[in-house]
Antibody, heavy 125, light 110 residues
């Protein structure tokens, strides 16, 4: 079974750093893009960026460029989303997601078929 | 990139059909046949319902269909069922490897 399993909920203070993870299983991790999507409390979905673990090609949404870092460790089939200095406005659920067959090219992803369960990140002083 | 525009809410009775619109621009919806639709129940991860405008992933009911005209994409749900009550989001490829989501529509089954 193809699965994305995300790390657990986090509670942090403003200014702290954080790295959350998304582990893929049941498929060739290096052959599919992985994307990150933010959902702020009571709000809609926002595309943050994607990474191709095979060669670590990364594309960021202009809205998130410089605000977060996307990475992957293909040796353990895990993608990451990290912050160096958290803000209260980073409070949200973060989903990782993978396109299905035919839903991506070398240029990027067109749709996400497999989703992680989400990681709730709470930033509060 | 601005978010795609969706109605905040729609409603329908069981058995009826409803349509959710998704208005974009000539830079996203209008330029690509790459609109996807997601269903999200409270507290759950989104679920892909439609991709490439009108294709259904395996296991998705044919009660769900997608279409596009100009800069507007639409999701139609026919034979409305109680379990269809959820939030629905459209998403379009917008060039330069980017995606843009709509603001979401809450579907209420009366």
């Amino acid at each position: 079974e193809v699965q994305l399993v995300q790390s657990g909920a986090e509670v942090k203070k403003p200014g702290e750093s954080l790295k959350i993870s998304c582990k893929g299983s049941g498929y060739s991790f290096t052959s599919y893009w992985i994307g990150w999507v933010r959902q702020m409390p009571g709000k809609g979905l926002e595309w943050m960026g994607i990474i191709y673990p095979g060669d670590s090609d990364i594309r960021y949404s202009p809205s998130f460029q410089g605000q977060v870092t996307i990475s992957a460790d293909k040796s353990i089939s895990t993608a990451y989303l990290q912050w160096s200095s958290l803000k209260a406005s980073d409070t949200a659920i973060y989903y990782c997601a993978r396109p299905g067959a035919g839903m991506a090219t070398s240029e990027g992803v067109f749709a996400f078929d497999i989703w992680g369960q989400g990681t709730m990140v709470t930033i509060s002083s | 990139q601005s978010a795609l525009t969706q109605p905040a809410s729609v409603s329908g009775s069981p058995g009826q059909s409803i349509t959710i619109s998704c208005i974009g621009t000539s830079s996203d919806v209008g330029s690509y046949n790459l609109v996807s639709w997601y269903q999200q129940h409270p507290g759950k991860a989104p679920k892909l319902m439609i991709f490439e405008g009108n294709k259904r992933p395996s296991g998705i009911s044919n009660r769900f269909s997608g279409s596009k005209s100009g800069n507007t994409a639409s999701l139609t749900i026919s034979g409305l069922q109680a379990e269809d009550e959820a939030d629905y989001y459209c998403c379009s490829y917008a060039g330069s490897s980017s995606l843009v989501f709509g603001g979401g529509t809450k579907l209420t089954v009366l």
